[in-house]
């Protein structure tokens, strides 16, 4: 009985040892907590989310080492939109979205700067021309980012852009999401 005990409680002390009492992070997911010091209620999100209702603010938040992650304030990777590659003990976020820093992957979908092609369409996640993201107006205007969107498609051999978002990232706002087509349906 008394072996036993000791081994709960070293099972217990091993846990509480790694910090917020939480196993290790596992590759391609973001958690984030209620509280500082990676405790309280935690939201964990794995790939690409484009909307994130979590019941509370972000007080921390912990990633696989060697990662990157998009963390922002609006739906859609719109607001305020900050870069995280380390874990954060003690910040006061409200993310409504997020998605992996370096593309996100799903098995036979490319990204970052590449594309999915198809027979008649191509879809950029990360827009990208001479190694370097697409900027769109800096307005922000829909008009605007519409039109260098269709440059973009045209530069690439399509005839317009079908549907494209745009994403703010310190105070930059790039294209995102496009996709090239022929014609509009």
């Known amino acids: 009985m008394v072996f036993r005990t000791f081994v709960v409680l070293a099972a217990a002390a091993a846990a509480l040892a790694t910090p917020g009492g939480s196993l290790a992070q596992t590759a391609g997911e973001l958690t984030l907590y209620s509280d500082i010091a990676f405790r309280g209620q935690s939201y964990t999100v794995t790939g690409p989310r484009e909307h994130i209702n979590m019941p509370f603010v972000a007080r921390s938040a912990r990633l696989s080492g060697g990662e990157s992650w998009q963390v922002c304030t609006g739906d859609s990777y719109s607001g305020q939109c900050n870069t995280v590659r380390d874990d954060q ?11 992996p820093a370096q593309g996100w992957t799903v098995p036979g979908v490319p990204g970052n700067d590449q594309s999915l092609r198809g027979m008649a369409a191509e879809f950029y996640p ?17 008009a605007c980012a519409t039109q260098a969107a269709d440059r973009f498609c045209r530069a690439k051999g399509w005839t317009l852009s079908a549907y494209s978002k ?20």
Do not use: E, K
């Open 89 to 99: 003990g003690n910040i006061a976020w409200n993310v409504r979205s997020a998605r």
């Open 166 to 185: 745009q994403q703010t990232i310190n105070r930059r706002i790039y294209l995102a999401d496009v996709l090239c087509a022929r014609t509009r349906r």
């Open 126 to 142: 990360y827009p990208t021309t001479n190694g370097r993201r697409v900027a769109s107006c800096s307005n922000g205007a829909a």
